[in-house]
C-alpha cells in the first residue's frame, strides 16, 4: 500500500429518508476522480460513519468499488468503538473490495496505549488487508503516542498514519523517525498546513475539503513535488479562505454538523447532490449560512454566479 | 417511573469464547436479587456494552427479563455513538420487555448541546419508555449541561439521570433545581460518595461495586433514609475500602479494565462466575492483581478465607 | 495549629487610588469576628494577594494583626510564583505576627510533584510557622496529588490543606487517610459543599462567601458539630442561593472578577465597604449586576430594603 | 520595532548562592551576537524570570544593555501574575534602557479576554515602548486568541506577536490575518517548527536551543530568507535532534528544568558558564543526565570531544 498524494475523505449524500443516495455518492466519486486524486477514503469521519449502520457502510463501499473500478486505492474506515465490532466492519470492507482498513483507537471506554497496540493486532489477524492508523483525538480522546505508533510499526501491524491530532510538531518528529522507513506512510489530516506537511516529509494529505476543490489540492500536491513552495503556499491559502465554508454553522450547531454540512452545501450549490442534509441530529446549514457559503465558493471562483 | 434506591449496573459473564455466560449472569441477577436491590440497570458502562453487538445485547435483556420476572424495575443502557443507532438498541429492549431506558449523549461525533437535546427528542419520539439521562462524560467527552437537563425536562424528554460525572457540586445544583419535581430521579453513578449524594437529594444510586456487595449499598441507603447518617458514613467508609478491588490494575491496564476487571474478579473468587476475562482488547487481571483483590475481600469480610 | 470551623478568606477594600483601605478593611474583619469566625485567612486568593507588591501585603497583615489582637488564629497567604519569592513573603508574614502560612504550589512555571515537595521542603526550612498546602489547581494548574500530600505529612512538611480543587471524592479519600492523624487539619474552600465535607471528615471550611454572611456559615459549622444534618443542609441550601452573588458579573468579566466583585458589592451594598472594585485588570459589577446583587441579599434576608 | 530574524531568550547564569553570575551572563551574551543574533529576548520563560525579584531582573537588563551596547534590539519580558506588577516591571525595563517589552497575560487569577485587552492597554499607557504580546498557555493557562490579538492590533496597543502556543494551524491564521499590516510582528516560540513558520509568515523566532546553538538557527533563517527550503529544512533536522539535550531530565524533573537545565548543561560543557544550576526547586540535570547532553553536543558537532 505505497499510497500518496491526496485521498480525500468521501462525504455520504443521503436522500430525504436518509439513506444512502447512490447516484449522488457516484456524482460526487466522478467528481474526486477527475479532479485527479490519487486514492479515496470511504466511510472516514466526514463520511458519518459513526451514524451508519453496517448494511448503509456495506452500501457505501459497494458503490464506490464499482464506480471507481481500480482506477485508485481505496481505504476503508471501520469505525466502531471496540475491537470485536471492528473486525465485523473490516471483514465487511474485505468482502467489498477495498485496498486497505483504516482503524482507531476504541472509544467510549478509556484504553490504554498497551491496550491498543493490542486491538491493532487483532484487527490485523483478523483480516490480512493494509492498516492506516488514524489519530483522531478529537473524536477518540485518546492519543496516538509516538512510542505507541514505533510499536505497530516494529510489529508490523500498520503500514501507515493518517494524523488528523493537529499537533505539527508531534507530526514532524514522527516523520523524521520514519525517515529510514520508506514503506510507511504519513497523511495529514489537516485541510490548511498541507503545505508544510508535505515539507517535512508527509507523503499526502487526506483533507475534507478535498470533496469541493480536489484539483486545488492535486495542484497544490503537485507543486509541493517539484519543490515549489512558493507555488504551494499560494495554493494552500486559497484552499484556507475556501476553508471558510466549513466554519459557517458555528457556534449553531456543533463543529461536525457545521464543516461536513458545510462540504455538503457547496455539493449541492456545485450541482452534485440534491440534499445537503445531514444524519440525526446534526442539524443542517440554513438559508443565511447556506448564502454565506454560496459567496465564499463564488469568491473563490468555484462558483460563476452569486 | 418512581426509582429509587440501588440498582446497580450489571456486569456481563462471559464464556472462554466471549459470548454471554447465561447461568453465569442469571447467577450475579439472583445474588443481587438476594442483596435487596431496588432496580437493576443491564448494559450499562460496567456490562461492556459497548463491546456487544446487538445480538449479544437482546441476549443479555432476555436472560435478565426472564430472571427477574417483575421483582424489581429493569433499566437498559442503549448506548452507541449516534441517534439512529440508539434508537435500534432501544426498539430491541422495548422488545425485551424493560422498563425505561438510559441514554447517553452521542459520542466520537462532537455534538452541540441543542444537538443532544434533538437526540433525545428523537430517542423519546421513537420509543415510549421512561428515559434515564446518562452523563458520563469520562466516556463521551460532552457534559450534560444544568440548561440542557433543564430543557430536557421541561420539555418532558427524560424522566431521571444517572450522574456519572463526578462534579459533585453540579449535582448538588441539579437536586436543588429538582426539589420541586419530585417525579424526577436524581441517581449518582458514584461508588464512593453515596452517603453525602443521598444526604443532598439523590433518589438513589447506581454503582458499579454493587456488583459484589449489593446488601451493603442497600444497608447504606436504608441507613440514609433512617437520616442515620453516622451509620450510612460507616458502612460508606468499609465500601470505599472495598474499592480498592477496583484498583488493582492500573496502571498495568485502563482504568476500564481494572474496574470492571476488579468486579469480574471478586464475582469469580465469591464462586458467581467461573471466568473474570473482558471483551479485547481489555487485559483481565493477572495472578497477582487477584491475590490482590482476594485480600481486600478477606479484609472486608466477603470471604472467609484469604 | 489546630484550626477548626469557619475561617473566611479576608477580601481586601481598596481606596480609588487602588490603595488598601485600612478603615474598611478594620470594619470587614470585625463584622466577620462578631459573626463568630474561628479564625481569618488574609492574603488568599480573594484577597487579590495576586495583585499586590509587598509593601500592600505588610499592610494588610498589619492591620489585621492589630484589629483581631489575637482573638482568632490568623493565616497569610504567601501566594507568588516561585520558592524564594515566596519565602520572602513568609518572612514579611512571620515579622507581622501571623499564626500560620497558606502555601501553593510554584506557578508560570510547570513544576513535579517531586519539585512541589522540595518547594514546601524550602518554605519549612526558612521560616518556622505552621503550614497550611493550597490545593487550587485552578489557579496554579498543578494537582496537590495524594501521593505528594501524603509525603508532605510524612516529612512533617505541612500542618492542614486547603482544598479548592472541586475534587470531592478525592477530598474523602484524603480525609479517610489523615484519620489516623488528628493534627492535620483538613478545610475545603468550597462555599457549597460544606454541610458534605464536615460530615466526612473535614475540620472546617474557607468560605468566600463568609465575607458576606459569616454568622450564616458559623451556624452551618454548629449544626454539623452536634450531628444536626437535616439543620446544616437546610443553611447550606440557603447560602447556595445567597452564592449567587457571585455569578452575577459572568460572562461579561471573568469568574474570578465576577466572584470577588459580587462579595465586595455585597459589603458596600451592607455598608460595610465604600467602594466595590478590584485590581486591573479586573471588571467591578455595573449597575444592573449590582441591583441583582442586592434583590439577592434581600431575597435571602441580608438587606432590609430593595 | 521592526524586529526579524533570530533573537534568543538568553538564560540567565548563576553564581552557587543562587545570585546573576555577570562574568558569565556576558559570556553568553557574547556567544549569541558571534553567533549572529538579531535580537535578544531577556527575561523570558528560559531566563527564570518569575524566579527572580525585582533586583534580580534591574542586574540582569544592566548588564545586557551595557554588553551588547545597541548591537542588536533587546527585548525584556515584564512577566508577572497581574497589571500593575508587570507595569512596575515594564518602568523598570524602560529605565535600564531596553527598547521593548514582552508582555503576557495574566495569570494565576483566571482572566476573561476582554480583561487581558484592558491589560495590555494599562501597561501601554504606563510605557511608551513597543510591546511584544506573549503567548504562552502552557505557563499561563490562557490563549490569547485571534480575535483579541485583532483587537490589540487594531487598537495600537502591541506591535508583535511572541507564539509559543505550539499550534501551528493558529498561527498560520494569524499570519494571513497580518499580511497587509506588515508592521505587525510574528515570532514562532518553537525551536522544531522554524523553517515551517518561516514558510507560512513568520519574521522570525525566539528559539531556547538558540542559547546554545545560534549560529545553527542563524544558518537556518538565512536558508529561509533564501528561499532554499531543502537547505532550511537540513539544517531544522539538525537542530531538532540537538533538542534532545531538552529531553533528559524528563520524568524525573519537570519539563521546565529538564529544557532550561539542559541548556544550562550545554552552556557549561561548551566552557561559557561555570554552573548549571537553576533556582528552587528545579532540580539540575545529574551527572547521568549530563553525559547524555554531552553525547548529544558531541554527535552534533559542537564539541570536539565526549
Redesign the interface.
Known sequence: MQLHGIIPPVVTPLTPD?QVDEPALRRVLRHLLDGGVHGLFLLG?SS?V??M?APQRREVLRIAVDEVAGRVPLLAGV???????VI?HARDAQAAGVDGLVVTA???????Q???V??FR?VRQAVPLPIMAYDIP????VKLERATLRQLRAQGLIEGLKDSS????NF??LA?ECQGDPDFRLFTG?E??V??AL??GAHGCVPGLGNVDPAGYVALYDAARR?D??EA?HIQ?RL?RLFAIALQGT???????SGVGGFKTALRLLGLIPQHHM?????PLNADETRRVEAILAAEGLLAHA
Do not use: K, Q
Open positions: 436518509f469521519s458519518e459513526v451514524f449502520d469505525i466502531d468503538p471496540t475491537t470485536d465490532r465485523a476504541p472509544f467510549y471506554t478509556r484504553t490504554s498497551a491496550e491498543i493490542e486491538h487483532a478529537v473524536c477518540v480522546h493537529g499537533d505539527d510538531t514532524r518528529l523524521l489537516s490548511l498546513m503545505d508544510t515539507m517535512i519543490e513552495w512558493r503556499r491559502e484556507i457556534p449553531r450547531t456543533s463543529p461536525n454538523a444524519h440525526r441530529p446534526n442539524a
